[in-house]
Protein backbone atom coordinates (compact mmCIF):
# COMPACT_ATOMS: atom_id res chain seq x y z
CA UNK A 1 0.00 0.00 0.00
CA UNK A 2 1.54 3.48 -0.86
CA UNK A 3 1.75 5.63 1.89
CA UNK A 4 -0.67 9.10 1.33
CA UNK A 5 1.77 11.35 3.03
CA UNK A 6 4.83 10.42 0.94
CA UNK A 7 2.65 10.79 -2.66
CA UNK A 8 1.74 14.00 -1.46
CA UNK A 9 5.20 15.06 -0.22
CA UNK A 10 6.40 13.87 -3.74
CA UNK A 11 4.00 15.90 -5.54
CA UNK A 12 4.72 18.97 -3.28
CA UNK A 13 8.54 17.99 -4.21
CA UNK A 14 7.99 18.45 -7.66
CA UNK A 15 6.24 21.47 -7.57
CA UNK A 16 2.87 19.56 -8.51
CA UNK A 17 0.64 20.15 -5.29
CA UNK A 18 -2.42 21.27 -6.47
CA UNK A 19 -4.95 23.39 -3.85
CA UNK A 20 -8.43 24.67 -4.09
CA UNK A 21 -9.20 28.68 -4.25
CA UNK A 22 -12.41 30.09 -2.64
CA UNK A 23 -13.94 32.34 -5.30
CA UNK A 24 -16.46 34.32 -3.68
CA UNK A 25 -19.62 34.58 -5.60
CA UNK A 26 -20.70 33.86 -9.11
CA UNK A 27 -18.25 33.52 -12.15
CA UNK A 28 -18.25 36.68 -13.96
CA UNK A 29 -15.42 39.01 -15.72
CA UNK A 30 -14.13 39.93 -12.14
CA UNK A 31 -14.75 37.96 -8.73
CA UNK A 32 -14.02 37.84 -5.11
CA UNK A 33 -11.24 35.67 -4.21
CA UNK A 34 -9.87 35.70 -0.51
CA UNK A 35 -11.77 38.54 0.25
CA UNK A 36 -9.87 40.83 -2.81
CA UNK A 37 -11.61 41.82 -5.89
CA UNK A 38 -9.33 39.80 -8.85
CA UNK A 39 -9.85 40.01 -13.14
CA UNK A 40 -11.07 36.85 -13.77
CA UNK A 41 -9.02 35.31 -16.73
CA UNK A 42 -9.13 31.47 -16.14
CA UNK A 43 -12.74 30.72 -16.39
CA UNK A 44 -14.95 28.93 -18.70
CA UNK A 45 -17.75 30.97 -18.61
CA UNK A 46 -16.97 32.41 -21.88
CA UNK A 47 -20.22 34.14 -22.91
CA UNK A 48 -21.32 34.92 -19.60
CA UNK A 49 -24.44 33.06 -19.03
CA UNK A 50 -23.29 31.80 -16.05
CA UNK A 51 -24.12 34.43 -14.33
CA UNK A 52 -26.83 35.42 -16.82
CA UNK A 53 -29.86 36.90 -14.81
CA UNK A 54 -32.22 34.86 -17.44
CA UNK A 55 -30.25 31.66 -16.96
CA UNK A 56 -30.08 31.58 -13.16
CA UNK A 57 -34.17 32.45 -13.45
CA UNK A 58 -34.66 30.18 -15.70
CA UNK A 59 -32.59 27.38 -12.86
CA UNK A 60 -34.65 28.30 -10.14
CA UNK A 61 -38.25 27.85 -12.06
CA UNK A 62 -36.77 24.80 -13.43
CA UNK A 63 -36.29 23.65 -9.88
CA UNK A 64 -39.97 24.79 -8.52
CA UNK A 65 -41.25 22.94 -11.35
CA UNK A 66 -39.18 19.74 -11.91
CA UNK A 67 -37.35 19.81 -8.71
CA UNK A 68 -33.85 19.96 -7.27
CA UNK A 69 -32.84 16.54 -8.85
CA UNK A 70 -34.39 14.06 -11.30
CA UNK A 71 -34.11 11.32 -8.50
CA UNK A 72 -32.90 8.24 -10.96
CA UNK A 73 -31.21 7.83 -14.24
CA UNK A 74 -33.32 8.51 -17.82
CA UNK A 75 -33.64 4.48 -18.08
CA UNK A 76 -35.35 3.84 -14.93
CA UNK A 77 -38.05 7.20 -13.41
CA UNK A 78 -35.38 10.12 -14.42
CA UNK A 79 -36.77 11.15 -17.91
CA UNK A 80 -38.68 14.31 -17.89
CA UNK A 81 -39.60 16.71 -20.41
CA UNK A 82 -37.11 19.06 -19.98
CA UNK A 83 -34.49 16.38 -21.09
CA UNK A 84 -36.04 15.71 -24.08
CA UNK A 85 -36.74 19.44 -24.70
CA UNK A 86 -32.84 20.37 -24.90
CA UNK A 87 -31.94 17.13 -26.39
CA UNK A 88 -34.06 18.08 -29.18
CA UNK A 89 -33.02 21.92 -29.57
CA UNK A 90 -29.27 21.05 -29.04
CA UNK A 91 -29.69 18.66 -32.24
CA UNK A 92 -31.25 21.02 -34.23
CA UNK A 93 -28.63 24.01 -32.92
CA UNK A 94 -25.68 21.35 -34.42
CA UNK A 95 -27.84 20.15 -37.29
CA UNK A 96 -27.96 16.50 -36.10
CA UNK A 97 -30.49 14.08 -35.94
CA UNK A 98 -30.44 13.51 -32.60
CA UNK A 99 -28.96 14.04 -28.93
CA UNK A 100 -28.14 12.79 -25.92
CA UNK A 101 -28.04 14.46 -22.62
CA UNK A 102 -24.91 13.25 -20.45
CA UNK A 103 -23.74 14.25 -16.65
CA UNK A 104 -20.79 15.82 -17.58
CA UNK A 105 -18.98 16.27 -20.70
CA UNK A 106 -15.95 13.72 -18.85
CA UNK A 107 -18.83 10.97 -18.96
CA UNK A 108 -20.32 12.23 -22.02
CA UNK A 109 -16.08 11.10 -23.80
CA UNK A 110 -15.28 8.23 -21.76
CA UNK A 111 -18.70 6.58 -21.80
CA UNK A 112 -19.07 7.18 -26.04
CA UNK A 113 -15.79 5.98 -26.99
CA UNK A 114 -16.59 3.05 -24.80
CA UNK A 115 -19.93 2.04 -26.35
CA UNK A 116 -18.24 2.75 -29.71
CA UNK A 117 -14.85 1.13 -29.96
CA UNK A 118 -14.18 -2.55 -28.41
CA UNK A 119 -11.31 -5.03 -27.85
CA UNK A 120 -9.70 -6.18 -31.80
CA UNK A 121 -10.45 -2.52 -32.95
CA UNK A 122 -8.04 0.58 -32.81
CA UNK A 123 -8.88 4.34 -31.55
CA UNK A 124 -7.01 7.60 -33.18
CA UNK A 125 -6.22 10.06 -30.66
CA UNK A 126 -4.25 13.21 -30.78
CA UNK A 127 -1.76 13.45 -27.92
CA UNK A 128 -3.10 16.58 -27.30
CA UNK A 129 -6.78 15.85 -26.78
CA UNK A 130 -8.51 16.17 -23.53
CA UNK A 131 -8.16 13.67 -20.22
CA UNK A 132 -11.50 12.49 -20.80
CA UNK A 133 -10.95 11.15 -24.28
CA UNK A 134 -7.56 9.26 -23.00
CA UNK A 135 -9.40 7.74 -20.31
CA UNK A 136 -12.63 6.67 -22.49
CA UNK A 137 -9.74 5.01 -25.04
CA UNK A 138 -8.41 3.27 -21.85
CA UNK A 139 -11.81 2.08 -20.64
CA UNK A 140 -12.77 0.60 -24.59
CA UNK A 141 -10.43 -2.14 -24.28
CA UNK A 142 -9.42 -0.84 -27.34
CA UNK A 143 -5.98 -0.43 -28.82
CA UNK A 144 -4.94 2.92 -28.96
CA UNK A 145 -2.99 4.96 -31.36
CA UNK A 146 -1.89 8.26 -30.46
CA UNK A 147 -0.77 10.64 -33.32
CA UNK A 148 1.03 13.51 -33.18
CA UNK A 149 -0.76 17.13 -32.37
CA UNK A 150 -2.63 17.35 -35.39
CA UNK A 151 0.00 15.49 -37.69
CA UNK A 152 -1.88 13.68 -40.55
CA UNK A 153 0.60 11.79 -41.97
CA UNK A 154 1.21 10.45 -38.91
CA UNK A 155 -2.46 9.73 -38.15
CA UNK A 156 -2.84 8.55 -42.11
CA UNK A 157 0.11 6.09 -41.07
CA UNK A 158 -1.59 4.80 -38.04
CA UNK A 159 -4.58 4.05 -40.27
CA UNK A 160 -3.58 2.28 -43.19
CA UNK A 161 -1.19 -0.40 -40.47
CA UNK A 162 -4.59 -0.77 -38.58
CA UNK A 163 -6.60 -1.49 -41.80
CA UNK A 164 -9.67 -2.96 -40.89
CA UNK A 165 -9.32 -2.72 -37.42
CA UNK A 166 -9.54 1.18 -37.27
CA UNK A 167 -12.79 2.06 -35.76
CA UNK A 168 -12.89 5.62 -34.29
CA UNK A 169 -10.33 8.88 -35.05
CA UNK A 170 -11.20 11.29 -32.12
CA UNK A 171 -9.84 14.93 -31.36
CA UNK A 172 -10.71 18.21 -29.62
CA UNK A 173 -12.38 20.96 -32.15
CA UNK A 174 -10.32 23.51 -29.82
CA UNK A 175 -7.70 21.93 -27.75
CA UNK A 176 -8.07 23.06 -24.15
CA UNK A 177 -4.61 23.83 -23.17
CA UNK A 178 -3.24 25.05 -26.26
CA UNK A 179 -6.24 27.27 -28.12
CA UNK A 180 -5.70 25.71 -31.62
CA UNK A 181 -8.48 24.05 -33.37
CA UNK A 182 -8.39 21.29 -34.90
CA UNK A 183 -7.74 20.06 -38.66
CA UNK A 184 -11.35 18.53 -39.29
CA UNK A 185 -12.23 19.09 -42.87
CA UNK A 186 -8.59 16.62 -43.55
CA UNK A 187 -9.59 14.57 -40.54
CA UNK A 188 -12.95 14.08 -41.93
CA UNK A 189 -11.61 12.95 -45.37
CA UNK A 190 -9.13 10.61 -43.91
CA UNK A 191 -11.76 8.67 -41.70
CA UNK A 192 -14.00 8.60 -44.70
CA UNK A 193 -11.02 7.01 -46.45
CA UNK A 194 -10.28 4.52 -44.34
CA UNK A 195 -14.22 3.74 -43.18
CA UNK A 196 -14.03 4.86 -39.53
CA UNK A 197 -16.09 6.87 -37.67
CA UNK A 198 -14.96 10.05 -36.77
CA UNK A 199 -15.65 11.80 -33.25
CA UNK A 200 -15.15 15.62 -32.28
CA UNK A 201 -15.36 17.39 -28.75
CA UNK A 202 -16.52 20.80 -28.83
CA UNK A 203 -16.18 21.50 -25.40
CA UNK A 204 -14.10 24.83 -26.41
CA UNK A 205 -15.39 24.94 -29.56
CA UNK A 206 -19.45 25.85 -28.94
CA UNK A 207 -20.18 29.40 -28.23
CA UNK A 208 -16.51 30.13 -29.39
CA UNK A 209 -16.35 29.30 -33.22
CA UNK A 210 -17.99 28.62 -36.41
CA UNK A 211 -21.15 30.45 -37.20
CA UNK A 212 -23.36 31.43 -34.79
CA UNK A 213 -20.66 29.36 -32.00
CA UNK A 214 -21.27 25.88 -33.54
CA UNK A 215 -18.27 25.00 -33.35
CA UNK A 216 -15.69 23.43 -35.35
CA UNK A 217 -17.79 21.10 -37.42
CA UNK A 218 -19.91 23.64 -38.24
CA UNK A 219 -16.79 26.11 -39.13
CA UNK A 220 -15.48 23.02 -41.50
CA UNK A 221 -19.00 22.75 -43.40
CA UNK A 222 -19.44 19.48 -41.92
CA UNK A 223 -22.76 19.55 -39.70
CA UNK A 224 -24.08 16.50 -39.51
CA UNK A 225 -21.50 14.72 -41.71
CA UNK A 226 -18.89 14.25 -38.95
CA UNK A 227 -20.50 11.08 -36.94
CA UNK A 228 -20.34 12.15 -33.57
CA UNK A 229 -20.19 15.62 -31.71
CA UNK A 230 -19.83 15.64 -28.19
CA UNK A 231 -20.59 19.19 -26.54
CA UNK A 232 -20.46 20.68 -22.86
CA UNK A 233 -23.33 22.40 -20.94
CA UNK A 234 -20.47 23.40 -18.66
CA UNK A 235 -18.89 26.20 -20.24
CA UNK A 236 -20.02 28.58 -22.65
CA UNK A 237 -23.58 27.51 -21.81
CA UNK A 238 -22.84 28.88 -18.55
CA UNK A 239 -24.53 25.22 -16.81
CA UNK A 240 -23.62 21.89 -16.46
CA UNK A 241 -23.86 18.45 -17.89
CA UNK A 242 -22.83 17.60 -21.58
CA UNK A 243 -24.14 16.12 -24.95
CA UNK A 244 -23.70 14.19 -27.89
CA UNK A 245 -25.20 14.41 -31.52
CA UNK A 246 -24.86 11.72 -33.70
CA UNK A 247 -27.78 9.75 -36.28
CA UNK A 248 -30.75 8.25 -34.16
CA UNK A 249 -29.35 5.09 -34.13
CA UNK A 250 -25.96 5.68 -32.72
CA UNK A 251 -27.75 7.66 -30.23
CA UNK A 252 -30.00 4.36 -29.64
CA UNK A 253 -27.27 2.58 -29.44
CA UNK A 254 -25.27 5.16 -26.46
CA UNK A 255 -28.65 4.75 -24.64
CA UNK A 256 -28.46 0.65 -24.60
CA UNK A 257 -24.26 1.31 -23.73
CA UNK A 258 -22.53 3.94 -22.78
CA UNK A 259 -22.58 2.91 -18.80
CA UNK A 260 -22.23 6.45 -17.45
CA UNK A 261 -25.54 7.25 -19.27
CA UNK A 262 -27.48 3.94 -18.21
CA UNK A 263 -26.13 4.03 -14.90
CA UNK A 264 -25.60 7.52 -13.35
CA UNK A 265 -28.82 9.66 -12.63
CA UNK A 266 -30.17 11.88 -15.21
CA UNK A 267 -29.03 14.90 -15.33
CA UNK A 268 -30.54 17.65 -12.89
CA UNK A 269 -33.37 19.62 -13.83
CA UNK A 270 -31.94 23.55 -12.83
CA UNK A 271 -28.96 22.10 -14.94
CA UNK A 272 -31.14 21.23 -17.99
CA UNK A 273 -33.53 24.41 -17.41
CA UNK A 274 -30.38 26.98 -17.45
CA UNK A 275 -28.17 25.18 -20.52
CA UNK A 276 -32.17 25.42 -22.84
CA UNK A 277 -31.92 29.37 -21.42
CA UNK A 278 -28.55 29.42 -22.62
CA UNK A 279 -29.06 28.25 -25.46
CA UNK A 280 -31.73 30.65 -26.40
CA UNK A 281 -29.53 32.82 -25.75
CA UNK A 282 -26.65 32.16 -27.67
CA UNK A 283 -29.45 31.77 -31.05
CA UNK A 284 -30.49 35.31 -29.98
CA UNK A 285 -27.83 36.90 -29.48
CA UNK A 286 -24.80 35.32 -32.10
CA UNK A 287 -23.00 38.84 -31.66
CA UNK A 288 -21.12 37.42 -27.93
CA UNK A 289 -19.56 35.18 -29.90
CA UNK A 290 -18.30 37.93 -32.20
CA UNK A 291 -17.17 39.78 -28.97
CA UNK A 292 -15.04 36.90 -27.12
CA UNK A 293 -13.33 36.23 -30.18
CA UNK A 294 -12.60 40.27 -30.40
CA UNK A 295 -11.37 40.07 -26.69
CA UNK A 296 -9.50 36.96 -27.31
CA UNK A 297 -7.70 38.50 -30.14
CA UNK A 298 -7.03 42.01 -27.94
CA UNK A 299 -5.45 39.97 -25.26
CA UNK A 300 -3.09 37.94 -27.86
CA UNK A 301 -1.62 40.78 -29.40
CA UNK A 302 -1.26 42.51 -25.86
CA UNK A 303 0.71 39.66 -24.52
CA UNK A 304 2.86 39.57 -27.64
CA UNK A 305 3.78 42.95 -27.33
CA UNK A 306 4.75 42.09 -23.79
CA UNK A 307 6.90 39.76 -25.63
CA UNK A 308 4.60 37.23 -24.24
CA UNK A 309 3.65 34.86 -27.49
CA UNK A 310 0.39 32.45 -26.99
CA UNK A 311 1.88 29.54 -29.00
CA UNK A 312 -0.68 28.05 -31.92
CA UNK A 313 -3.43 29.76 -29.95
CA UNK A 314 -6.05 31.44 -32.13
CA UNK A 315 -9.25 31.24 -29.97
CA UNK A 316 -9.73 32.55 -26.60
CA UNK A 317 -7.52 30.04 -24.76
CA UNK A 318 -4.61 32.09 -24.90
CA UNK A 319 -1.56 29.90 -23.08
CA UNK A 320 1.83 31.50 -22.44
CA UNK A 321 4.24 28.35 -22.34
CA UNK A 322 6.72 28.60 -19.34
CA UNK A 323 7.86 25.13 -18.80
CA UNK A 324 8.96 25.05 -15.54
CA UNK A 325 6.06 24.06 -12.94
CA UNK A 326 7.41 25.88 -9.74
CA UNK A 327 8.64 29.17 -12.09
CA UNK A 328 5.03 28.82 -13.79
CA UNK A 329 2.90 28.63 -10.16
CA UNK A 330 5.27 31.43 -9.47
CA UNK A 331 4.72 33.64 -11.76
CA UNK A 332 0.62 32.69 -10.99
CA UNK A 333 1.15 33.31 -7.81
CA UNK A 334 2.73 36.97 -8.63
CA UNK A 335 -0.34 38.33 -11.10
CA UNK A 336 -2.78 36.79 -8.64
CA UNK A 337 -1.23 39.29 -5.52
CA UNK A 338 -1.62 41.81 -8.48
CA UNK A 339 -5.29 41.52 -9.38
CA UNK A 340 -4.99 39.28 -12.07
CA UNK A 341 -6.51 35.65 -11.95
CA UNK A 342 -4.87 33.14 -14.61
CA UNK A 343 -4.40 29.04 -12.82
CA UNK A 344 -1.06 27.77 -13.73
CA UNK A 345 -1.30 24.74 -15.42
CA UNK A 346 1.20 21.91 -14.46
CA UNK A 347 1.45 18.41 -15.30
CA UNK A 348 -0.31 15.69 -15.85
CA UNK A 349 -2.49 18.33 -17.36
CA UNK A 350 0.27 19.36 -19.59
CA UNK A 351 3.22 17.44 -20.92
CA UNK A 352 6.30 17.66 -18.95
CA UNK A 353 8.00 20.33 -19.21
CA UNK A 354 5.31 22.42 -20.72
CA UNK A 355 3.79 24.15 -17.59
CA UNK A 356 1.83 27.34 -18.37
CA UNK A 357 -0.46 30.30 -17.20
CA UNK A 358 -3.72 29.42 -19.46
CA UNK A 359 -5.63 32.59 -19.75
CA UNK A 360 -9.56 32.17 -20.98
CA UNK A 361 -11.18 35.39 -21.81
CA UNK A 362 -14.95 36.44 -21.91
CA UNK A 363 -16.96 38.22 -24.25
CA UNK A 364 -17.97 40.27 -21.13
CA UNK A 365 -14.68 41.38 -20.47
CA UNK A 366 -13.58 45.09 -21.79
CA UNK A 367 -10.87 45.62 -23.93
CA UNK A 368 -9.29 48.02 -21.48
CA UNK A 369 -9.47 45.01 -18.57
CA UNK A 370 -7.23 42.77 -21.09
CA UNK A 371 -5.03 45.22 -22.45
CA UNK A 372 -4.28 46.38 -18.49
CA UNK A 373 -3.42 42.81 -17.68
CA UNK A 374 -1.20 42.17 -20.46
CA UNK A 375 0.92 45.03 -18.94
CA UNK A 376 0.63 43.58 -15.63
CA UNK A 377 1.65 40.40 -16.41
CA UNK A 378 3.85 41.42 -18.75
CA UNK A 379 5.88 43.63 -16.24
CA UNK A 380 5.44 40.88 -13.97
CA UNK A 381 6.82 38.32 -16.47
CA UNK A 382 10.25 40.88 -16.31
CA UNK A 383 10.78 40.89 -12.67
CA UNK A 384 10.44 37.23 -12.15
CA UNK A 385 12.67 36.81 -14.81
CA UNK A 386 10.43 35.04 -17.74
CA UNK A 387 10.01 37.61 -20.28
CA UNK A 388 12.07 39.87 -22.21
CA UNK A 389 12.11 43.55 -22.17
CA UNK A 390 10.22 44.34 -25.46
CA UNK A 391 11.60 46.07 -28.18
C1 LIG B 1 -11.81 19.22 -24.35
C2 LIG B 1 -12.63 18.90 -23.13
N1 LIG B 1 -13.50 17.89 -23.19
C3 LIG B 1 -14.26 17.56 -22.14
C4 LIG B 1 -14.16 18.23 -20.95
C5 LIG B 1 -15.00 17.82 -19.80
O1 LIG B 1 -16.18 18.54 -19.77
P1 LIG B 1 -16.98 18.71 -18.41
O2 LIG B 1 -16.33 19.82 -17.67
O3 LIG B 1 -18.38 19.00 -18.83
O4 LIG B 1 -16.86 17.40 -17.70
C6 LIG B 1 -13.29 19.30 -20.83
C7 LIG B 1 -13.23 20.05 -19.56
O5 LIG B 1 -12.32 20.68 -19.17
C8 LIG B 1 -12.49 19.64 -21.95
O6 LIG B 1 -11.61 20.64 -21.87
New binding site residues.
Given amino acids: MTDVAERLEELRDRGLHRRLRLVDGPQGPRVTLGGREVLLLCS?NYLGFADHPKVREAAAEAALKWGAGAGASRLISGNMEPHLRLESELARFEGYESALLF???????TGTIAALAGAGEVVFSDEL?????IDGCRLSRAKTFVYRHGDLDHLAWGLREAGKRASLIVS??????DGDIAPVQDLFELSRHHGCRLMI?E??ATGAIGRGGRGSVSAAGLAGEVDIV?G????ALGS???YVCAGAETVDLLVNSARPFIFSTALAPPAVGAASAALDLLESEPDRVERLQANAATLRSALGAEGLAAGRSSTQIVPIEIGDAGRTMELCELILERGVFAQGIRPPTVPEGSSRLRFTVMSTHTAGELEQAAKLVGAAAREVGLAAVPA
Fill in positions: NGSGYLANNHASIDGVFSMDAHVTLGKYGA
